[in-house]
Each structure stands twice: as C-alpha cells, then as structure tokens.
C-alpha cells in the first residue's frame, strides 16, 4: 500500500465519522453544556467571546499569524511528516501553558483562553504552509477558519461546516470579498460552548493545572488532526480534478475534436 492510499483510507473513515448522525451521547452531551453555560457567570462568557472576536479580527485583517512561507519543493509524506512533528511541538506548549494558568487560579484560567487561541492559529497558519498553502490569501485565511470551526462545534454545526469546505478550491472565486461578511458570531458561540465543558474544570482549586495541561494537549491534538484530514481532502480533490482534466484532454485528442 503506498502513502496516499494509507492517507486516503484515513481521510475515507474520518469523513464516514464525520457525516454519521449525531448520537444519544452527543445529544445528552449537548443539552449538559447548554445547562453548564447557563451556570457560568456572565463575565466569564464575556471574556471568552471578546477574545474569540479579537483572535478572528487578527485572522482576517492582521499580519500576526503571517509568518511562514509555503512550502513547494517536499513531497506529501515529507510535508506530513513536518506537519506532525509541528503539531507535537504545539500540543506540548499547549499542555504546559494550560499547566501554567490553571495553577494560577480563575483570573490565571480566563487569562489561557486568548493564549491558547493564539496556540492554535499560530499551529494552523503553519500547518497551511506546508501543505503549500500562502496564507496571505484572504481565502487560505476563511479556510483556516472553516478548520477552526469543523473542529470545534457541534455536530450538527459541524457538519454543515464540512459541506462547505467539500469542493473549497473550485468554488474559492465565489467566495465574498468583502471580510465582514464572515459569520464570526456563529463562529464563538460554537467554539465557546464546545471549549467550556472541557476548560471549566481548570479554574478550580488544586486540580487546575493538571486539568489546564491535559485539556490544552487534547484541544490542540484534535485540532491538528482535524487540520490534516482538511487538507488532504483538498489534495485529493485537487488529484481528482487534475486526473479527469487529463482524461478529456486524451479523449479529445483521441477524436480529433
């Protein structure tokens, strides 16, 4: 079995994972989160949303994200590889940023949520580089956030998500072109209530920073994986579109027309 094959029977499963309907657990899961946020003092909520709307403002608009070049002369299992290896790096600096504010009590706690925000774009802008990606194509930057939110929203959210991001490059020129127009209100309401049940347990007393670390590692892992499966889906489409194009081009010239 060659690589692609490997990775393509993976992105197959995550796909069927992805597009099954939502189960018992998820919907109970759903309706305890619903009643936990109910719970949650309102600054705490504030908080997170202000931070989630500055991160997507420096997404769209800014150049702190910005630094890494694409990369064009590897080939996929090298890029996949790197991609790994940069995922491990960010999941361990998660992990220890989490540990970090967690023992630092509930100001240290609200304190992670920007930070680790700022973790995982910094992870997905690199992550799109070298896949060959230039990430200052404001449409490399909505697609970065279409990864964002099919990793962290509900099922049902989720999957609308994937169907957006399905035929991404040949529907890219439909794109709107005005920024504003990005649904970023829909975008922090998932993310917050999806990140909630798992980071609320970090501002409590004594068992913070062990429940900071863990919950950081695992967010960034899920992130990173959902990131690969992402851009994958897009080579192979692409692979796809290359492979048919070729196959009209022999027809034609096979016939004469």
Do not use: C
Request: glycine fraction near 6%.
């Amino acid at each position: 079995m060659t690589y692609e094959q490997k990775i393509k029977s993976e992105l197959d499963f995550w796909k069927f994972k992805t597009l099954q309907q939502p189960s018992l657990l998820n919907k109970v899961t759903d309706k305890v989160q619903k009643k936990i946020n109910s719970y949650i003092p309102d600054k705490v909520h504030d908080a997170i949303t202000s931070a989630i709307k500055q991160m997507v403002k420096a997404v769209l608009f800014g150049s702190t994200f910005t630094t890494s070049k694409p990369i064009t002369d590897l080939t996929l299992m090298h890029r996949e590889a790197l991609i790994k290896q940069k995922i491990e790096n960010y999941k361990k600096t998660g992990a220890a940023e989490g540990g970090i504010t967690g023992a630092g009590g509930f100001l240290m706690s609200l304190a992670d949520f920007p930070l680790l925000l700022g973790i995982k774009m910094k992870m997905l802008f690199d992550i799109a580089a070298v896949y060959g990606y230039d990430v200052k194509d404001y449409r490399e930057r909505l697609y970065i956030l279409h990864i964002f939110q099919l990793a962290f929203s509900s099922k049902e959210e989720s999957q609308h998500v994937f169907s957006k991001m399905l035929s991404w490059d040949e529907q890219a020129h439909l794109l709107p072109t005005n920024i504003d127009e990005f649904d970023w209100l829909t975008f922090q309401q998932q993310y917050r209530d999806y990140i909630d049940l798992a980071k609320l347990a970090q501002m409590l007393p004594f068992v913070g920073a062990a429940v900071g670390a863990i919950a950081n590692y695992k967010l960034i892992e899920k992130l990173g994986k959902t990131a690969m499966m992402s851009y994958r889906m897009r080579y192979f489409s692409l692979q796809y579109a290359i492979s048919s194009s070729e196959k009209t081009e022999n027809r034609k010239l096979k016939t004469g027309n």
